[in-house]
């Protein structure tokens, strides 16, 4: 069986479970509530708005929503196979149990990219109509916008890796969903050090308060670098992605 089709039937699977709803969740509640409360301050001679909803909005989302909703997705993928010991049927297959676990890791991966389209379409949606009842006539910047929301994207790869192998390692949804949220919830404290380079839960976060760092001082530029950052989040991708594929069904 081909990896192409191995992915055809992951996504036959979760077809019907309740994923698409739930990556609707998080969009909604941090876009709509973040632009309300900017709302209010707005003017005709305000600058800079879009850059302001979104960092509004983008802060508590990249650093919390975003990982929590990543981490139910996963217990959720996962749980197709444990439900009535289905990964015991699935295991005695002619099936690699390697790309098997490649599979469910694109899906996730996909359920992520569609998160953020989510995110983009709601905000967008959002912004103009704040924009439009307050009589600000900025463009809306969608270079900038589409900048950003990838770059939430490939900056939450390496945590969407550590969060898959958590759950493959710990086949007990509780265990799994409890040591991801235990590592998410100090990710700000981590961002703030200099060891958030090696802690790939805060790196969503730290992108965005880079963002808010460079539009609260205009002068100073704070500089998400890619050095040392792409090769510690390269080698968590890998070493997660690789814990997950080697302990998947053992």
Not at 67 to 81: H, L, N, W
Not at 92 to 107: E, G, N, Q, W
Request: charged residues 10%; contains cysteine; positive net charge.
């Amino acid at each position: 069986m081909s990896f192409l089709e191995l992915l055809k039937i992951e996504f036959i699977k979760v077809k019907r479970g309740k994923i698409i709803p739930l990556i609707f969740i998080a969009p909604l509640l941090v876009v709509a509530s973040g632009v309300a409360n900017l709302q209010k301050y707005f003017s005709p001679e305000y600058t800079n708005p879009w850059a302001a909803m979104f960092i509004q909005s983008a802060l508590v989302y990249a650093y919390y929503l975003l990982p929590f909703s990543m981490i139910v997705v996963c217990v959720m993928i996962a749980g197709r196979e444990t439900g009535n010991n289905g990964i015991m049927k699935m295991l005695a297959l002619p099936v690699s149990r390697y790309a098997l676990s490649a599979a469910k890791f694109c899906v996730l991966l996909f359920y992520l990219f569609m998160e953020m389209v989510v995110f983009l379409a709601v905000f967008v949606i959002t912004g103009l109509i704040a924009t439009g009842s307050t009589g600000i006539k900025e463009v809306l910047p969608i270079i900038y916008l589409l900048k950003w929301c990838a770059g939430l994207f490939f900056t939450m790869l390496p945590g969407a890796a550590a969060m898959w192998a958590i759950t493959v390692l710990f086949e007990k949804p509780f265990l799994s969903v409890g040591l991801n949220l235990l590592l998410v919830i100090p990710g700000v404290l981590m961002a703030n050090t200099p060891l958030w380079v090696v802690y790939p839960y805060c790196y969503s976060g730290y992108l965005v308060s880079c963002s808010l760092h460079d539009f609260t001082a205009k002068d100073v530029s704070a500089g998400f670098n890619l050095y040392p950052f792409l090769p510690c989040a390269i080698l968590v991708f890998v070493l997660g992605l690789t814990a997950a594929v080697k302990r998947f069904g053992k």
